[in-house]
Antibody
Framework: EVQLVESGGDLVQPGRSLRLSCAASGFTFEDYAMHWVRQGPGKGLEWVAGISWNSGSLGYAVSVEGRFTISRDNAENSLYLQMNSLRPEDTALYYC??????????????WGQGTLVTVSS | SSELTQDPAVSVALGQTVRITCQGDSLRTYYASWYQQKPRQAPVLVIY???KRPSGIPDRISGSSSGNAASLTITETQAEDEADYYCISRGSSGNHLVFGGGTKLTVL
């Protein structure tokens, strides 16, 4: 059974940094692209960032490009999201998501339960 | 403005057929995927590719596309289908992904 467990969410002040982690199990992690998707309170889904199986291809939403960095450690079966210069509008539940293929697509059969990031002074 | 546009809300009578649409220029080039999200739950993939369903998704749910639009059709709608539905595809530049704003489906 695929399991994706996010951690690292917290209450942080604007301008500060935070690193999210996702521990993956139940599948061959190195064979699949991975993504971070977020959902603000009462809002819709927003794709944040994606990374190919071997980290050779990365993609970011315009809203986070230059501030967030996605990375993975295939040896540790882990996905990360380094978030810098956080803004109140980054407040959201952040989901770790498994792709169907090696390259970043939009077909994601497995989602974690999310970790909550709140940016407020 | 969103690159993918969805009607904010749609309603359907129990047992009837409903179509949820998603419009955007990138859909002329890329397929859309569709996700169902119920309150306080993570989204669930229901349609991907041209019209593929993951295992466990009933064949009452199907997808189609034409021109700059993609559609999700649910036949014999059940109470359990009441949820928010989101389309996603590549953005107009092709190097990022974008969700539609979501459609809240109410089953009457």
């Amino acid at each position: 059974e695929v399991q994706l467990v996010e951690s690292g969410g917290d209450l942080v002040q604007p301008g500060r940094s935070l690193r999210l982690s996702c521990a993956a199990s139940g599948f061959t992690f190195e064979d699949y692209a991975m993504h971070w998707v977020r959902q603000g309170p009462g809002k819709g889904l927003e794709w944040v960032a994606g990374i190919s199986w071997n980290s050779g291809s990365l993609g970011y939403a315009v809203s986070v490009e230059g501030r967030f960095t996605i990375s993975r450690d295939n040896a540790e079966n882990s996905l990360y999201l380094q978030m810098n210069s956080l803004r109140p509008e980054d407040t959201a539940l952040y989901y770790c998501v498994k792709d169907m293929s090696q390259q970043e697509g939009s077909s994601w059969p497995s989602w974690g339960q999310g970790t909550l990031v709140t940016v407020s002074s | 403005s969103s690159e993918l546009t969805q009607d904010p809300a749609v309603s359907v009578a129990l047992g009837q057929t409903v179509r949820i649409t998603c419009q955007g220029d990138s859909l002329r080039t890329y397929y859309a995927s569709w996700y169902q999200q119920k309150p306080r739950q993570a989204p669930v993939l229901v349609i991907y590719g041209a019209n593929k369903r993951p295992s466990g998704i009933p064949d009452r749910i199907s997808g189609s596309s034409s021109g700059n639009a993609a559609s999700l059709t649910i036949t014999e709608t059940q109470a359990e289908d009441e949820a928010d539905y989101y389309c996603i595809s590549r953005g107009s530049s092709g190097n990022h992904l974008v969700f539609g704003g979501g459609t809240k489906l109410t089953v009457l």
